[in-house]
C-alpha cells in the first residue's frame, strides 16, 4: 500500500494569487524513516505540528526569541528538506492561479468539474497518480490523506468519491483504497506536503513570475536534490492551462497528464 499525503497552500499579494495542492508519496517503510526523526523536531519545538508559515516566520509555536532557538531553526531548517527529500516516493504539486484558471475554462467545463481550485487539484493529482503508478509498474493501492478543516473539505470529499463510484476506467485506474480526513498532527505526511506547498507557492511568488526560475530558495533546491528526480510539478499556467482545456475530458473520464 502506497500512502499519499494531501494539503493545500496558498500565496497572494495586490497583483497576483497561486494556489497549490501538494501530495507526498510513501512506502510504508519510508514513511517510519520520516516519521521518527520528523516527529522529534517537532516536539523539540514544544509544538504540536509542523506549520511551514508559522516554522519560516518564526511565529506561533516557533517562535525564535532565544538564541537556541534561532539555533534550533538554524539546524532544523536544513534537516527538514532531507528528511522529506530522503523518504519519499514521489512528490507531486498541481498549481493554479485561481483568477487566470477560472478566466479560461469554458462554462460548459466549470459545470462538469467545478470551480474550486482545490477540488480541481485533487482531482488532477488522483489522476496523475494513478499514471505515475502504472508507467513505475506499482501494483499497489493507494490510501489517501488529508487534513480537515478547510472549508471546501465536503466539496473535496464529494469530488473524490464520485471519482471513486463514476466511470470504470477512472475508478480503476486512480487505485484509491481509502480517503481519509484526518486532524492536524495526526499524520505527519501531510505536514511533509505542507512544507512542500508552502516552498512551491513562494517559489513562484518570489521567483517564477519575476523571471527566476532557476534560483530557487536553497530549502527548495536541497528538497530537489534529496528526491532525486522523484520531485514533479503541474503548473496550470499561460500555454499549459490552453492545452489543459484543449484535452476537453468527458465527465469521469481518465485523461493522462
Not at 528538506?81 to 485561481?98: C, D, Q, S, Y
Amino acid at each position: 500500500m502506497l500512502r499519499v499525503y494531501l494539503d493545500r497552500g496558498a500565496k497572494s499579494d495586490a497583483e497576483d494569487e497561486v494556489v497549490a495542492v501538494a501530495a507526498t508519496v510513501f512506502k510504508p517503510l519510508g514513511y517510519k524513516r520520516f516519521v521518527r526523526p520528523w516527529s522529534r523536531m517537532v516536539r523539540g519545538w514544544g509544538a504540536s505540528a509542523f506549520h511551514a508559515t508559522d516554522f519560516y516566520n518564526g511565529a506561533q509555536e516557533f517562535k525564535r526569541d532565544t538564541p537556541s532557538k534561532r539555533e534550533r531553526f538554524d539546524r532544523d531548517s536544513k534537516s527538514v528538506p532531507k528528511l522529506v527529500g530522503e523518504n519519499v516516493e514521489h512528490i507531486l504539486v498541481v498549481a493554479a492561479r485561481p483568477d487566470e484558471f477560472l478566466r479560461e475554462a469554458s462554462q460548459r467545463w466549470k459545470e462538469a468539474f467545478g470551480t474550486n481550485i482545490h477540488s480541481i487539484g485533487v482531482q488532477m493529482i488522483l489522476i496523475a497518480m494513478g499514471w505515475w503508478a502504472e508507467e513505475n509498474h506499482f501494483n499497489e493501492r493507494f490510501a489517501y490523506f488529508r487534513e480537515s478543516g478547510d472549508e471546501d473539505d465536503a466539496e473535496v470529499a464529494a469530488t473524490v468519491e464520485r471519482m471513486r463510484e463514476g466511470h470504470a476506467d477512472t475508478a480503476r485506474m486512480i487505485r484509491i483504497s481509502s480517503f481519509a480526513h484526518v486532524e492536524k498532527g495526526m499524520a505527519k505526511g501531510t505536514e511533509a506536503s505542507d512544507f512542500v506547498a508552502w516552498h512551491w507557492n513562494k517559489w513562484y511568488m518570489d521567483k517564477v513570475r519575476r523571471g527566476e526560475a532557476q534560483n530557487p530558495r536553497k530549502d527548495l533546491a536541497a528538497l530537489a536534490e534529496f528526491a532525486k528526480g522523484k520531485f514533479k510539478y503541474i503548473f496550470l499556467s499561460g500555454d499549459n492551462l490552453k492545452f489543459f482545456f484543449s484535452l476537453k475530458p468527458r465527465e469521469g473520464s481518465a485523461v493522462k497528464i
